[in-house]
T-cell receptor, first 113, second 112 residues
Framework: EADIYQTPRYLVIGTGKKITLECSQTMGHDKMYWYQQDPGMELHLIHYSYGVNSTEKGDLSSESTVSRIRTEHFPLTLESARPSHTSQYLC????????????FGSGTRLTVV | AQSVAQPEDQVNVAEGNPLTVKCTYSVSGNPYLFWYVQYPNRGLQFLLKYITGDNLVKGSYGFEAEFNKSQTSFHLKKPSALVSDSALYFCAVRDSNYQLIWGAGTKLIIKP
């Protein structure tokens, strides 16, 4: 079944640790996105990609980095986690058609202590 | 510049009553409009979209949305609310780069 997967679902980590949030999709979508969302709040685009080897920063400044080596995989990395990074991170993908909507993963809830 | 506004942070409706979640947009050219729902600790799920054609769009879970070009609105509606409809609802419009511009979200609370 075509879908988009995020792991882990929940993560509690200490300050200063390096972490990678995983996102994979099986739909063959070229476009992928990372959003940061505090609980019940609006979405903030932090990174996006239009295809392999393409990555761009979003509207919200973020200390994270992303890579897109394979079409299906779009991991997000924090080199040194801080309490201010505590949030929910949502990954999404979309087809290239102008009518295409986004498909979202279930999210990773990150807590930095 | 393209933008989306959801003027209500929260909407409270009694179960069985009709509900409306408001959305207005600003976009150059033809608007492509979307509604998504988010349940607690989950990602967003697609409800419906307007591309062209009939101004009344039907979507998942009994929801529908009415496109009004003169008022630049795309309000989400349901004739009879269920407690299980309680969630966070996002309106979005596609920009010239084919990315979605999101509203701030509206929390819908359905009381038994």
């Amino acid at each position: 079944e075509a879908d988009i997967y995020q792991t882990p679902r929940y993560l509690v980590i200490g300050t200063g640790k390096k972490i990678t949030l995983e996102c994979s999709q099986t739909m063959g979508h070229d476009k992928m996105y990372w959003y940061q969302q505090d609980p019940g709040m609006e979405l903030h685009l932090i990174h996006y990609s239009y295809g392999v080897n393409s990555t761009e920063k979003g509207d919200l400044s973020s200390e994270s980095t992303v890579s897109r080596i394979r079409t299906e995989h779009f991991p997000l990395t924090l080199e040194s986690a801080r309490p201010s990074h505590t949030s929910q991170y949502l990954c999404a993908s979309s087809d290239i058609g102008r009518h295409a909507g986004y498909t979202f993963g279930s999210g990773t809830r990150l807590t930095v202590v | 510049a393209q933008s989306v506004a959801q003027p209500e942070d929260q909407v409270n409706v009694a179960e069985g009553n009709p509900l409306t979640v408001k959305c207005t947009y600003s976009v150059s050219g033809n608007p492509y409009l979307f509604w998504y729902v988010q349940y607690p600790n989950r990602g967003l799920q697609f409800l419906l979209k307007y591309i062209t054609g009939d101004n009344l769009v039907k979507g998942s879970y009994g929801f529908e949305a009415e496109f009004n070009k003169s008022q630049t609105s795309f309000h989400l509606k349901k004739p009879s609310a269920l407690v299980s409809d309680s969630a966070l609802y996002f309106c979005a419009v596609r920009d010239s780069n084919y990315q979605l511009i999101w509203g701030a979200g509206t929390k819908l609370i359905i009381k038994p």
